[in-house]
């Protein structure tokens, strides 16, 4: 019923959002249609200057060159105008309604950013035609009556300027604190138009397909502590971590949801990924370790190790979550020279039913530490006829195994 109710509200959520960028899409439709018809007619009256029957002087050349270069300048601008708003009127409103999540937001955005260019090259068109208007005055008729013209055009074209600037602008300005660009509708750090599901108060979660990566991964850490297989500590740590990561993804915008699975199974090792899925995700800016790891070499982990049994009398020197063979283990490495691999409880990531454990002897072996230069934080462990293949989850923790290897060699 919970699950249920939430999806409701999501997609009602989702709805509104949508409505009021529809509304933002009809302004700037009716923005374009404006344009476009007022750039056609311009289009029109530069091409009926074109073809218009010379009547003038043969000795006034300088002013005809003049007259039809200023009429096919204002012919560039206003088809350019033209061509623009048309294109926005047709493939903007389409993109919005047939597009998949986040279309509307990105079409509004698109359409409010060629408006600009439009509304310039059309002022921009509209100032060539009224200088070739001077130029025809001084094409066709005498110097009195084309200093009247010009001088008439001239403080037309001022007095434009000075109104629209200091008058009309500044009923219609936004205020400073306003934003005019279209902007993203936030509801406690999720975006409705993009797809994301919301998170209930209190970090409870709800049906797994509809859960972000980053849910999943606080799930399993919860899980995890409940079995033993974490202490408390390491579970409130590494939950803190994700949480801390989870607001800085709701500050950065929507993630790929490909990404966001690839960014799950580098932290809880998911064996039904590919072994890419340890890559970093692109597009993806990460300090540091990957929030929420749950393979580390802190004193937590040790502590942890302990609580879960392994076996090793010396001190330990390394312990952690490591992958191998596609499957997620806890390793120990103790100062003997025992390193112990203990598979997870039934209900782990891994599937691995019971507590299977296996247990080697470095002591008095030579061993070899390497990392893999094909694969990201991945490294070789070679001692006698065993060879070990490693997946850590950041550079530092395998640097910190292959120094706990090296120490033993």
């Known amino acids: ?115 600009k260019w439009a509304l310039r090259f059309f002022w921009t068109g509209l100032f ?12 066709k008729f005498h110097v009195i009556t084309a200093s009247t013209m010009t001088t008439i055009f001239i403080v037309f074209i001022i007095a434009f300027y000075v109104y629209i600037k200091h008058i009309t602008r500044p009923r219609f300005r936004f205020p400073k604190d306003a934003k005019r660009k279209p902007v993203k509708f936030l509801v406690a750090g999720i975006d409705p138009e993009a797809g994301q599901s919301l998170s209930l108060v209190g970090g409870s979660t709800l049906a797994p397909g509809n859960q972000s990566s980053l849910e999943q991964a606080l799930m399993e850490v919860r899980r995890l502590e409940s079995m033993g297989i974490l202490t408390t500590e390491e579970a409130h740590t590494k939950g803190s971590m994700i949480r801390a990561h989870q607001e800085e993804l709701a500050r950065a915008g929507p993630v790929d949801s490909s990404q966001g699975s690839l960014l799950r199974n580098r932290i809880l090792r998911n064996t039904s990924g590919p072994s890419s899925a340890l890559d970093k995700p692109k597009g993806l800016k990460t300090t540091g370790n990957i929030p929420g790891s ?116």
């Open 1 to 115: 019923m919970i699950a249920a109710d939430k999806q409701e509200l999501e997609s009602r959520l989702k709805q509104l959002t949508l409505q009021i960028r529809e509304k933002e899409l009809t302004v700037f439709t009716d923005n374009f249609s404006v344009l476009s018809t007022q750039s056609a007619f311009l289009t029109g009256l530069g091409f009926g200057g074109l073809t218009m029957v010379p009547t003038w002087p043969e000795d006034k050349q300088i002013y005809e060159v003049a007259f039809y270069t200023l009429v096919a300048i204002s012919i560039g601008f206003n088809i350019l105008t033209l061509c623009i708003s048309s294109w926005c009127m047709i493939f903007g409103p389409g993109l919005a309604i047939r597009g998949p999540d986040g279309s509307m937001r990105r079409a509004v955005d698109g359409m409010y950013r060629e408006r």
């Open 128 to 139: 060539f035609i009224m200088l070739s208007g001077i130029s025809l005055g001084w094409l």
């Open 294 to 409: 749950l393979s580390s070499t802190t004193d937590a982990d040790a502590a942890g190790s302990a609580s879960s049994g392994l076996r090793g009398g010396g001190a330990v020197l390394c312990s952690g979550l490591l992958v191998r063979d596609a499957k997620l283990l806890r390793f120990c490495l103790d100062s003997r020279g025992t390193l112990t691999q203990t598979a997870l409880a039934e209900g782990a990531p891994d599937g691995a039913s019971g507590k299977e454990r296996k247990t080697w002897s470095l002591a008095g072996q030579r061993v070899i530490a390497s990392p893999d230069s094909r694969k990201l934080n991945q490294m070789t462990v070679v001692f006698g006829n065993v060879t070990l293949k490693l997946g850590a989850n950041s550079e530092a923790e395998m640097v910190s195994w292959i120094n706990a290897f090296t120490q033993l060699g």
